[in-house]
């Protein structure tokens, strides 16, 4: 068991290599200098942070989207290859649930070469494995010339350390919940929402503590939310002006609002059928029937549960242990239906 498990990760760390060189498969087709869109990709840098000016270190924020139908359907996820730092993989699931990346890399090679490559990629299964080997696709090398005179933005001090940020459908709305390990000349957080993850605006403000050395916890309610999946995020501006942006989280209200039905697998993606399904505002004390579909509709698993009063229920995901990629979730619950993509792994 332990040389197979080997044997996984030495293919899937050859692959990530593979990707990077320049006589990889895929192929260079288009470039972009701070931002880069087409008809199913949009990615942009967001930040370029430091945690001392002496560090050896940057943080690259990225903002990154994949849309769905047609031929877009054809990209399970996105590959970033930053010049100084190492690969890093986000499946279309997962930039769903939070479209920023962040990337770690060595300053002074990518302050020379301040470029991102951004391969998307479709997956291939190998069954004497067992695992999901992605195959890049198109490249786009995403450019920040931070050298240049007209630079994508600055280097920028990280003077809050933010540790959380977290979103909660309740019965008053959208809570939002975050916490800092440190702060230094934080004037206040301005809370922001999107429809689509690209434009957002605020929708709340929330004063910060100045300078503090402890943790500190922040709440914060969106008592309008919108109906469907949203993006939330914050923007923490020191007292001289400058800010920062958090990461944006993905937060999911039904037409009825925080009583509507919901269903959340955790984790998701889902490594080997170890996590749960959680079922949350079931009518009453009605069964809930609960179905696994692939993309093509046809049903993989189905069970029904009966709810206990609290009107939670975590059931284990034993069952799955044998499907591995993208699949549809669904809750059928006193006519009410709801749906989420998945990931297993």
Same mark, same amino acid.
């Given at each position: 068991?332990?040389?197979?498990?080997?044997?996984?990760?030495?293919?899937?760390?050859?692959?990530?290599?593979?990707?990077?060189?320049?006589?990889?498969?895929?192929?260079?087709?288009?470039?972009?200098?701070?931002?880069?869109?087409?008809?199913?990709?949009?990615?942009?840098?967001?930040?370029?942070?430091?945690?001392?000016?002496?560090?050896?270190?940057?943080?690259?924020?990225?903002?990154?989207?994949?849309?769905?139908?047609?031929?877009?359907? $054809?990209?399970?996820?996105?590959?970033?290859?930053?010049?100084?730092?190492?690969?890093? +993989?986000?499946?279309?699931?997962? +930039?769903?649930?939070?479209?920023?990346?962040?990337? !770690?890399?060595?300053?002074?090679?990518?302050?020379?070469?301040? =470029?991102?490559?951004?391969?998307?990629?479709?997956?291939?299964?190998?069954?004497?494995?067992?695992?999901?080997?992605?195959?890049?696709?198109?490249?786009?090398?995403?450019?920040?010339?931070?050298?240049? =005179?007209?630079?994508?933005?600055?280097?920028?001090?990280?003077?809050?350390? +933010?540790?959380?940020?977290?979103?909660?459908?309740?019965?008053?709305?959208?809570?939002?919940?975050?916490? !800092?390990?440190?702060?230094?000349? /934080?004037?206040? *957080?301005?809370?922001?929402?999107?429809?689509?993850?690209?434009? *957002?605006?605020?929708?709340?403000?929330?004063?910060?503590?100045?300078?503090? !050395? &402890?943790?500190?916890?922040?709440?914060?309610?969106?008592? !309008?939310?919108?109906?469907?999946?949203?993006?939330?995020?914050?923007?923490?501006?020191?007292? $001289?002006?400058?800010?920062?942006?958090?990461?944006?989280?993905?937060?999911?209200?039904?037409?009825?609002?925080? =009583? #509507?039905?919901?269903?959340?697998?955790?984790? /998701?993606?889902?490594?080997?059928? $170890?996590?749960?399904?959680?079922?949350?505002?079931?009518?009453? #004390?009605?069964?809930?029937?609960?179905?696994?579909?692939?993309?093509?509709?046809?049903?993989?698993?189905?069970?029904?549960?009966?709810?206990?009063? /609290?009107? &939670?229920?975590?059931?284990?995901?034993?069952?799955?242990?044998?499907?591995?990629?993208?699949?549809?979730?669904?809750?059928?619950?006193?006519?009410?239906?709801?749906?989420?993509?998945?990931?297993?792994?």
């Amino acid at each position: 068991m332990k040389i197979f498990t080997l044997y996984r990760s030495l293919i899937c760390l050859f692959l990530l290599s593979f990707i990077s060189l320049p006589n990889a498969k895929a192929q260079l087709v288009e470039e972009g200098v701070c931002s880069y869109e087409d008809n199913c990709i949009f990615a942009e840098f967001i930040a370029v942070q430091e945690a001392s000016p002496t560090s050896t270190s940057l943080v690259i924020v990225l903002n990154a989207i994949l849309a769905q139908g047609g031929p877009c359907n $054809n990209i399970d996820g996105l590959i970033f290859t930053p010049v100084g730092g190492v690969p890093i +993989l986000r499946t279309r699931a997962q +930039l769903a649930a939070d479209p920023f990346v962040e990337l !770690t890399v060595n300053r002074a090679l990518f302050t020379t070469t301040p =470029d991102v490559l951004i391969s998307s990629f479709f997956y291939i299964s190998i069954p004497v494995f067992s695992i999901l080997i992605p195959v890049p696709t198109d490249v786009v090398d995403l450019q920040a010339r931070i050298d240049s =005179d007209d630079p994508c933005l600055p280097i920028t001090p990280l003077p809050v350390e +933010l540790i959380s940020f977290d979103g909660a459908v309740k019965k008053e709305g959208v809570e939002l919940s975050w916490s !800092t390990a440190s702060e230094q000349d /934080n004037s206040h *957080f301005e809370i922001e929402r999107s429809a689509d993850g690209k434009v *957002f605006e605020q929708v709340g403000k929330v004063d910060g503590h100045g300078n503090s !050395t &402890t943790k500190i916890s922040y709440r914060f309610t969106d008592h !309008t939310p919108l109906t469907g999946q949203s993006y939330y995020r914050l923007r923490q501006v020191d007292f $001289n002006g400058q800010h920062e942006y958090s990461k944006v989280i993905a937060v999911s209200v039904g037409a009825d609002g925080a =009583d #509507a039905l919901q269903v959340v697998l955790a984790p /998701n993606p889902c490594p080997n059928g $170890n996590c749960q399904i959680s079922i949350r505002n079931a009518v009453g #004390a009605q069964e809930t029937r609960l179905e696994l579909t692939d993309l093509s509709g046809r049903l993989l698993y189905t069970t029904t549960v009966r709810h206990a009063s /609290n009107r &939670t229920t975590v059931l284990p995901m034993q069952a799955l242990q044998g499907y591995k990629g993208l699949y549809i979730l669904s809750a059928v619950s006193g006519g009410k239906v709801v749906r989420q993509r998945v990931v297993l792994e």
